[in-house]
């Protein structure tokens, strides 16, 4: 039992280009979401996902995209990565998260020069 | 939307003496807030959550209250440990949200040796 994976760890991409960020968990949980991480600004829900075929927008979805396709995946696209866009990145899932909370994967550090 | 505030933003204290964090939120209708704890480079990881039907819960150091008239929670830790140094995250359910949770901006624990 894995938890939460995300990769890669780190990433320095160049402005304007795009790539994916990965997450795979394998507890089976519906629930699954994204958040950046800025210093003094918290945790930040970038977009989440209900279930398999199910994804909707956070606070801050400009940017980014998502898809869920299957239970265990929820990838984040960059379309046309800025600056504004370097932040730690962390993806959650849970079974039922307002009785137990989210379990976090250990996070993408990316750069964007 | 759910609006969740922590104070202070940082706070020191000698090693074995309490710290207490507190959140406040602003949608009455919250029924879940959990504590993340995340040390520095980590994830965030759930150390302790409490429901609105409940006014206190504890485990071992730590505890949580919750006050939903004030619409307040804190964090309680008793006999502060170096290994307590990190920072806390509070989080309250967004009702009607698909199990969202609205994170606050973190405060720094600091524990003095």
């Known amino acids: 039992n894995a938890g939460v994976t995300q990769t890669p760890k780190f990433q320095v991409l160049k402005t304007g280009q795009s790539m994916t960020l990965q997450c795979a968990q394998d507890?089976?949980?519906?629930?699954m979401s994204w958040y950046r991480q800025d210093p003094g600004m918290g945790l930040r829900l970038i977009h989440y996902s209900v279930g398999a075929g199910i994804t909707d927008q956070g606070e801050v979805p400009n940017g980014y995209n998502v898809s869920r396709s299957t239970t265990e995946d929820f990838p984040l696209r960059l379309l046309s990565a800025a600056p504004s866009q370097t932040s730690v990145y962390f993806c959650?899932?849970?079974?039922?998260?307002?009785?137990?909370?989210?379990?976090f994967g250990s996070g993408t550090r990316l750069t964007v020069v | 939307g759910e609006n969740v505030e922590q104070h202070p933003s940082t706070l020191s204290v000698q090693e074995g003496d309490s710290a207490v964090i507190k959140c406040t939120y602003s949608?009455?209708?919250?029924?879940?807030f959990p504590w993340y704890k995340q040390e520095l480079g980590k994830r965030p990881q759930l150390i302790i959550d409490?429901?609105?039907?409940?006014g206190e819960k504890k485990d071992q150091r730590i505890a949580v209250t919750l006050n939903k008239t004030a619409k307040h929670f804190s964090l309680h830790i008793t006999e502060t440990q170096p290994e307590d140094s990190a920072v806390y995250f509070c989080?309250?359910?967004?009702?009607?949200?698909?199990?969202?949770?609205?994170f606050g901006k973190g405060n720094q624990v600091v524990v003095i040796p």
């Open positions: 507890m089976n949980h519906e629930y």
């Open positions: 989080a309250a359910s967004i009702a009607g949200g698909n199990n969202r949770l609205a």
């Open positions: 959650a899932s849970g079974a039922d998260p307002w009785r137990h909370g989210y379990t």
């Open positions: 949608d009455s209708a919250s029924n879940y």
């Open positions: 409490i429901r609105s039907n409940v």
